[in-house]
């Protein structure tokens, strides 16, 4: 087992064989996780995990990624939540059953006696988010798909995501992480853009760069936000497991 410390706090550094494709790490509590594919020849997998823990280590260095981050949103009574940049009240109310509902600005959520309610009601309020953002979300992702890309997709999902903040499969179904409906509007776009370029390009070379920078011209400085203050834009605490990934087929972004 290795360890290092970073700014007077001491990470280990743990490395599974996997059967993927890729190799990454990402950030678990105060382990840095490398995931690198068993088949790949031994030098190969040293040089690649090597680098991986330094780009990790540089990452937590400067606050992008703390442990602190490793879960999932949490929220509570009484917060304001900006969503797609609409204010929105979040009202817990003690009850005999578990349901939310949104009702004009206010998120308003039933909470019943449960081991787990907090993990539970923030559940819930992840799923009022989704339903009250959704239609606005594909109608951006549609705008820019009829402009630039004219793919044919096949579902958007928005989900809690501590890895990524976005993915997209060849079949043209789209994955979006939940977060980036509390961040500037740029920045939502910015990652359906990206994703989008992936139906014509899966991996993120000059033509991938190309086809994004023609739809939007500034794309490095909303690439740049995101990767400077993404893990901290959300409310709550700041979420983790954040994933570096050495290879093409995810989207570290
Ligand atoms: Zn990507």
New binding site residues.
């Given amino acids: 087992m290795q360890e290092i410390e970073i700014n007077g706090r001491l990470y280990r550094i743990e490395t599974v064989m996997t059967r993927n494709r890729n190799a990454y790490a990402r950030l678990k509590g105060e382990t840095i996780l490398v995931s690198m594919p068993g088949h790949w020849p031994r030098k190969e997998r040293e040089k690649t995990a090597a680098s991986l823990v330094k780009r990790t280590v540089k990452e937590i260095a400067r606050g992008r990624w703390t442990p602190e981050g490793s879960r999932k949103l949490e929220f509570s009574h009484g917060q304001m939540l900006s969503i797609l940049g609409q204010e929105y009240n979040l009202v817990f109310i003690p009850s005999g059953r578990f349901g939310g509902k949104t009702r004009g600005s206010t998120i308003e959520i039933r909470v019943a006696e449960h081991p787990e309610k907090e993990k539970k009601a923030s559940q819930m309020v992840c799923s009022q988010i989704i339903k009250a953002a959704k239609p606005e979300v594909m109608e951006r992702v549609r705008h820019f798909n009829t402009r630039h890309f004219n793919t044919d997709i096949k579902r958007l999902t928005l989900r809690d995501n501590t890895s990524t903040w976005g993915s997209c499969s060849k079949k043209g179904n789209i994955t979006l992480n939940i977060r980036l409906l509390f961040m500037p509007l740029e920045i939502l776009d910015y990652v359906i853009v990206?994703e989008l370029a992936?139906t014509r390009y899966m991996s993120?070379g000059s033509r991938f760069w190309g086809l994004v920078e023609r739809v939007l011209p500034d794309y490095r400085e909303r690439k740049k936000w995101l990767r400077n203050y993404g893990w901290s834009a959300v409310p709550g605490k700041r979420s983790g497991q954040q994933k570096i990934s050495s290879f093409f087929h995810e989207?570290p972004?």
Avoid: I, P, T
């Fill in positions: 990206h992936h993120h989207c972004l």
